[in-house]
């Protein structure tokens, strides 16, 4: 499954973005997708995930302010970031994992959020 990240950049605090992840899968065979970031310095983290079914993951960080979906149809992911922060400053990758018995990961490239004060 090969991963294409669209979105980040540069806002102010209080300001959106919004990121979108084109899966070249169909995303319904996908147990899961969701969006991690790593900050400098620092362990990347699961900011949202969103299962096949439709469940969401949000990190304690993030609730209330981002907003995960997915459009099956266009076998997109999106990612709604709403009042950021400079804490959310960080490169963010778009994930998926997929497998039965066994699990496989995958990928995206990493987008560049940067959230100035």
């Known amino acids: 499954v090969q991963l294409q990240a669209y979105g980040g950049g540069l806002v102010q605090a209080g300001g959106s973005l919004r990121f979108s992840c084109v899966a070249s899968?169909?995303?319904?065979?996908?147990?899961?997708m969701g969006w991690y970031r790593q900050a400098p310095g620092k362990q990347r983290e699961l900011v949202a995930a969103i299962t096949s079914g439709g469940s969401t993951n949000y990190a304690d960080s993030v609730k209330g302010r981002f907003t995960i979906s997915r459009d099956n149809a266009k076998n997109t992911v999106y990612l709604q970031m709403n009042n950021l922060k400079p804490e959310d400053t960080a490169v963010y990758y778009c994930?998926?994992?997929?497998?039965?018995?066994?699990?496989?990961?995958?990928w995206g490239q990493g987008t560049q959020v940067t959230v100035s004060s």
């Open positions: 899968a169909n995303i319904s065979s996908i147990n899961v």
């Open positions: 994930h998926a994992r997929r497998g039965i018995r066994t699990l496989y990961d995958y």
